[in-house]
């Protein structure tokens, strides 16, 4: 991918699934990848497979909700790698809660996850961003953003944060060379959908009619979502911002099923 090379570029929650692979892409278009995830063994596992590949990767262990975890390791990033050109906010959970039963704790722990972790990371990427004149944002949303189903409260509201976020940081930062859009994956192929997948009463049929709500009759891969970041990431996408892109294999364009 060209426009990455030399890069530096911050990925959070990539000791597994679909960040793990946007660190490989990143990396692999030439950009130097800071690894962050709470799971810091992951994190280091991430970072040495893609050192094994001759790629530049290091692991930092932080739990992405909380700020000053959140402002030790971009010190931490910009101690390794002197500049961060590229941030891409990709850490989250997917807990389903029955709203009235829900706890205000667990609202703001959840929310400090899915949402409010975006602005944390953003908040300490901007000042070096706008220091070097320019950089990327890419925030990892959701098909839940623009639709959803049953059983998916509140992850649904923070998705459609995310992309709310995304509009509003663009806007914010146009001026300053800084482009953040977002993605919005349909179901890939990770290890919480998988399990979700296997725990259903009849996991085969389960798995067939996801896949059959796909217009492209499949689930999402990892490394599917991995380019549609690394391209937002890159110069190739040097006029688009505020920009949400669907990868959900055409599930948001079919009505009903
Ligand atoms: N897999 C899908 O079908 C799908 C669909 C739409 C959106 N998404 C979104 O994509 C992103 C990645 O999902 P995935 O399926 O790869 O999940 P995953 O569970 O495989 O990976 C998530 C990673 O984030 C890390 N993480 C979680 N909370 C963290 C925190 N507070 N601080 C630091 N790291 C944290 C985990 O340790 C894990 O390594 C999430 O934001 C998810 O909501 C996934």
Redesign the pocket.
């Known amino acids: 991918m060209s426009g990455l090379a030399g890069r530096a570029a911050v990925v959070?929650?990539?000791?597994?699934?679909?960040?793990?692979a946007a660190a490989r892409r990143l990396a692999g278009g030439g950009a130097r990848v800071a690894i962050?995830?709470?799971?810091l063994h992951?994190a280091q596992r991430t970072a040495a497979e893609l050192a094994a590949d001759g790629l530049d990767a290091a692991s930092f262990g932080?739990?992405?909700?909380?700020s000053a975890q959140v402002t030790a390791a971009f010190a931490e990033v910009r101690a390794r790698f002197g500049q961060i050109d590229v941030l891409v906010n990709?850490?989250?959970?997917?807990a389903a809660f029955d709203l009235v039963a829900m706890s205000e704790d667990d609202w703001d722990r959840f929310f400090?996850?899915?949402l409010k972790?975006a602005w944390l990371c953003a908040r300490e990427a901007v000042p070096d961003m706008r220091e070097l004149g320019g950089g990327a944002i890419v925030n990892?949303?959701?098909?839940?953003a623009s639709m959803t189903r049953a059983g998916m409260f509140p992850?649904a509201a923070a998705?459609s944060g995310v992309v709310g976020l995304t509009r509003t940081m663009a806007i914010e930062l146009g001026g300053q060379g800084i482009r953040v859009n977002a993605v919005?994956?349909?179901?890939?192929?990770?290890?919480?959908?998988i399990a979700k997948l296997r725990a259903e009463p009849d996991p085969a049929l389960a798995e067939r009619r996801v896949r059959t709500n796909h217009p492209l009759g499949r689930i999402?891969e990892?490394d599917e979502?991995a380019s549609a970041i690394a391209f937002l990431a890159s110069e190739q996408a040097s006029f688009i911002t505020g920009a949400t892109l669907a990868v959900d294999g055409g599930l948001s364009a079919r009505f009903a099923t």
């Not at 932080?62 to 909380?66: F, K, L, Q, T, W």
């Not at 919005?184 to 959908?193: K, L, N």
């Open positions: 959070t929650g990539a000791a597994q699934g679909i960040g793990r962050l995830d709470r799971d992951g932080c739990d992405v909700s909380d990709n850490a989250g959970v997917n400090a996850i899915d972790s990892v949303a959701s098909i839940h992850y998705k919005c994956p349909g179901y890939i192929a990770t290890e919480p959908v999402g990892p979502v």
